[in-house]
């Protein structure tokens, strides 16, 4: 099943995901609850082709710009112990393929963390397109998936009582895009 861009309203051509109004999330679990964290520097684009199944995208996130509310704990998430960011100071996602499977939106690509590349499936929900006060054409996605950040070489933890550790393995990922036509 192919979908055309003129058919959701979209211009074929780049549109620049705009960090102002856009955010990258995670969530791990921490103990016996979740931690709730974000990356505020990020570069990307999204080349819109006339079949969407045709296009890609393209994202930079500056692993040295996560914040989780707590200042100790972004260092030691900077450290060698975990993102390594003196020497892997990004992470990238590169775009493998578009489809739809069960009605749903899916985005095949490949994550680059501390040079280890894995691929990720993220289901990426449209949410429309409008003209923004500036001048500007603005489309909005939801994209979600998950990662094992032990596939990516993160094997930093704390064994607790029992069978328990500090951090679990698998981290969600959730992304609100703003893209603007370029």
């Given at each position: 099943m192919s979908v055309t861009a003129a058919e959701l309203g979209l211009t074929a051509g780049t549109w620049n995901i705009d960090p102002a109004h856009?955010?990258?999330?995670?969530?791990i679990r921490h103990l016996m609850s979740k931690v709730r964290g974000s990356f505020t520097e990020f570069t990307g684009a999204i080349e819109v082709a006339d079949d969407v199944l045709a296009s890609t995208a393209t994202?930079?996130?500056?692993l040295?710009?996560?914040?989780?509310?707590?200042?100790?704990?972004d260092g030691h998430v900077?450290?060698?112990d975990i993102l390594d960011v003196e020497n892997h100071p990004t992470m990238k996602f590169e775009t493998k393929g578009v489809r739809i499977e069960g009605g749903k939106n899916q985005v095949d690509g490949e994550l680059t963390i501390k040079n280890i590349s894995r691929p990720v499936t993220l289901e990426v929900e449209f949410n429309g397109i409008g003209e923004d006060p500036w001048?500007?054409?603005?489309?909005g996605f939801t994209a979600t998936g998950s990662i094992s950040r032990k596939e990516y070489g993160i094997e930093f933890n704390v064994p607790l009582a029992g069978d328990k550790a500090l951090l679990g393995d698998k981290v969600d990922v959730q992304l609100e895009i703003q893209a603007v036509r370029a």
């Open positions: 856009s955010e990258v999330t995670f969530t994202a930079e996130i500056s040295a710009s996560i914040d989780t509310r707590n200042a100790d704990r900077r450290s060698a001048g500007g054409t603005r489309a």
